[in-house]
């Protein structure tokens, strides 16, 4: 396993994973931790038959890798709504206007979501070990980081009402994982994690037009409002690089806690928060200075993160305590925590 070791505990010996997903966990910065047994796989389950309860505000999506489900946080009350079985070993969601997609590590495919039935519509096939998701700002493509495959499987929406279909794959670096659409749509940027670089691929060609090296480990993506900046949180340097998306130029490099994983900006483009999985902390970067003004005790091995419409609220996934964290923006403090399914890792807020 070599230098992905540090990444934490390997599964149980009771759990026999092929030599190509356990190196997949490890090097895509999904821990093994003490919860990933056996009975656990379904743990926190619950009936997704049952219709969901009104919403007050926008829900949170939670990602539930060692339960197979989705948990529906519905953010007004920061109470689960629903509970969405999806595919083995869910590993990213990404929501566009209806639908929620949520690729499933162990399957090789995607789960659609009907977000407003909260129920699986269809399931896509996409490359070996699918780990990020991200939709266009239009909706009609969705782009799939082929971790085994060191690919980009494209999903063209439009095709099914209800599902999509892959178009094409792109090759990319080693090991991909993170990928973020700019807000015009004619860029993806993918995090390789092996090759600790950044491709750049055209939307309209589905070609990759640039590499970008970054730090080590790169997983975590976002791209500023206005599109002038990448935000790459490097899991392994313990460091955010910010790039210019123009010329790719690296602009600053921010040191964060261990192991950043997720990163998220503030609608305004004000702030970035970053999850630091190592030392339970998240952390808060000023984005006129480029530095961290505050740091947030949050549960135990924060991974996801993402930041309300209206910007007052980060919700922060703690795959080791089996809850979601709410930070106030104004405060920086955690004003509630919301219990979930096994290991959440991802997550994403539907307006």
């Known amino acids: 396993m070599g230098k992905k070791q540090h990444f934490g505990q390997e599964p149980p010996a009771k759990i026999r994973l092929p030599t190509r997903w356990r190196r997949a966990l490890l090097a895509a ?10 009975p656990a796989w379904h ?16 829900t949170a999506y939670v990602v539930n890798n060692g339960a197979n489900n989705v948990s529906v946080i519905d953010t007004a009350s920061n109470e689960v709504t629903a509970t969405v079985e999806v595919g083995n070993f ?41 780990v990020g998701v991200a939709v266009d700002p239009d909706g009609k493509r969705a782009y799939v980081t082929n971790y085994d495959a060191n ?24 090991h991909p994982v993170g990928v973020v659409v700019t807000p015009d749509g004619k860029r ?89 999985f190592g030392v339970n902390q998240l952390s808060v970067l000023d984005l006129a200075s480029n530095e961290v003004v505050a740091k947030v005790d949050v549960g135990k091995s924060p991974y996801g993160v993402a930041v309300t419409p209206d910007g007052k609220r980060v919700y922060v996934t703690n795959a080791a305590s089996n809850n979601v964290s709410v930070i106030d923006t104004a405060s920086n403090e955690v004003t509630a925590t919301v219990p979930v399914g096994t290991n959440p890792v991802a997550i994403a807020i539907k307006p």
């Open 90 to 130: 869910p590993r990213k969601v990404a929501i566009s206007g209806k639908r929620a997609y949520v690729t499933n590590l162990f399957a090789d495919n995607v789960s659609v979501i009907d977000t407003e039935s909260n129920k699986v519509t269809a399931t896509v096939p996409v490359g070996k070990g699918p």
């Open 43 to 58: 743990a926190g389950a619950a009936d997704d038959s049952a219709e969901p309860a009104a919403a007050g505000g926008p």
């Open 29 to 38: 910065g999904l821990l093994a931790v003490t919860t990933l047994a056996a």
């Open 188 to 276: 993806v940027y993918v995090a390789n994690y092996d090759a600790n670089s950044i491709s750049v691929i055209d939307t309209e060609s589905n070609k990759v037009t640039a590499t970008i090296p970054v730090g080590k480990g790169p997983g975590g993506l976002a791209v500023a409002p206005d599109g002038g900046r990448l935000y790459v949180a490097n899991g392994t340097s313990n460091d955010v690089w910010v790039i210019d998306t123009g010329d790719h130029s690296v602009v600053a490099k921010v040191d964060v806690g261990k192991s950043p994983y997720g990163v998220a900006v503030t609608p305004d483009g004000k702030r970035a928060y970053v999850t630091g």
């Open 151 to 174: 690919s980009v499987s494209v999903i063209d929406t439009t095709v099914d009402a209800a599902a999509g279909q892959a178009v094409a794959t792109v090759p990319v670096g080693e």
